[in-house]
């Protein structure tokens, strides 16, 4: 999407930045680690097929992709900014510009449960709440990936199907249902 290209998401102890070509080497390694692709349900892809993902992403108004870095710093080098990667958060608008399913994934194992995915999903609501009209924010998780299903309904997601035929749960959650906080917001320096 668009609306974040020039946008950096500060929270507590990670930052979001727009999903850019430079992240793409880093990304297509974690997407390498099979037991990550069934957690995520994502196909495998060659490097070449990663990078049209990304400018596909970059540019499609009903997908909105950041990634996630370890701190709040700016970056001062791409290099830099690659070293703090640790996963990415995806919004998708499938259905209507109001209805925004929501994707997060920590690729760097030393994050896992420490925190910030739920910093992460925090942000991302915040800010389509703050600049896109959605109203309901969803989650598709995989039968097998409780962790992720736990991770949702901590979150204040509620259950409301599951489907035998994907093999998925899906979780929703209201815009008022949360709390939302301040935002900040600063310019995206690549």
Known sequence: MKINQTCTLLGETISLVPYRPHHVPKYHGWMQDKELRELTASEPLSLEEEF????SWATDEDKLTFIILNGTEISE????EESRMIGDENLLFLFSPDYGEI??????KKFLRSGVASEALTLMMNYASEKLPVVKFSAKITNTNLASMRFFEKNNFVRISESEVFQETTYELDTWDFTQTSLTAVTYPF
């Open 52 to 55: 049209e993902m990304q400018k």
């Open 77 to 80: 080098s791409r290099e830099a």
């Open 103 to 108: 994707n997060i994934m920590v690729a760097e």
